[in-house]
């Protein structure tokens, strides 16, 4: 079964919001990461969490990770217009090598100036 | 500092007609290389690793190849594109190290369009 489903599959903000986008799992991980991708771009890794850790910042992100609920939640705070985007959430593949991840589908984040 | 270069960005190809898409990584040593395909509106399917020259592990069966020839080259062929086969191809590395090596830096892509 599919790891990393996110939630919602598309997300539509006034600049200045705060943007929050979800990420469920099923089995168990030992960290999960979250990812940009522009249009027609390729991704970008923004931050991973370890499954250890319950919050982690980045500058204006903010990933949260509760594994008793296998979910975790990124939040941009102050979104900007160019925080437009899809964001994917990745967990280690089961039995797969270092690096061998499963993305979700993504949500699509429109950030309206 | 690393760099992962793919090419061509873009292409349009004839049904039949056969697939060769390049990648090279360059500022680092023995990196895992992936190719992951992601199909409009989806999400990424990985569809080969490689933890070495010549080691090469298939995610998915399909109409296409890899190989790795050297180090931090990785080559996705096909010798007859099929329909299905269009979307947007991204090349990745990683570093074979744990925790750091669950960290995925990919490429800009290739958008292959088959008709």
């Known amino acids: 079964s599919q790891q990393g489903e996110e939630d919602p599959q598309a997300l539509s903000i006034q600049e200045g919001e705060n943007a929050t986008m979800n990420c469920s799992y099923k089995?168990?991980?030992?960290?999960l990461q979250w990812y940009r991708q522009n249009s027609g771009r390729g991704l970008v890794h923004l931050i991973l969490?370890?499954?250890?850790?319950r919050e982690k910042h980045s500058g204006r992100l903010r990933v949260t990770l509760d594994t008793s609920k296998k979910s975790s939640s990124l939040l941009i705070t102050a979104s900007r217009a160019a925080d437009t985007a899809s964001y994917f959430c990745?967990?280690?593949?089961?039995?797969?090598?270092?690096?061998?991840?499963?993305f979700g589908k993504g949500t699509k984040l429109s950030v309206k100036p | 500092s690393q760099t992962i270069h793919q090419w061509p960005a873009t292409l349009v190809q004839p049904v039949g007609s056969p697939l060769s898409l390049e990648c090279t990584v360059e500022g680092t040593s023995n990196p895992n290389l992936y190719w992951y395909r992601q199909a409009a509106g989806r999400g990424l399917q990985l569809l080969f690793y490689?933890?070495?020259?010549?080691?090469i592990s298939s995610e998915v069966p399909q109409n296409l190849s890899a190989s790795r020839p050297q180090d931090r080259q990785f080559i996705l062929s096909s010798k007859k594109l099929l329909l299905s086969d269009s979307g947007f191809y991204l090349c990745?590395?990683?570093?074979?190290?744990?925790?750091?090596?669950?960290?995925?830096?990919f490429g800009e892509g290739s958008w292959l369009t088959v008709v």
């Open positions: 089995t168990s991980i030992n960290n």
């Open positions: 990745a967990t280690p593949r089961r039995g797969g090598s270092q690096g061998n991840l499963i």
């Open positions: 490689s933890v070495g020259i010549g080691q």
């Open positions: 990745a590395w990683s570093v074979p190290r744990f925790p750091a090596g669950n960290t995925i830096y």
């Open positions: 969490i370890r499954s250890n850790e």
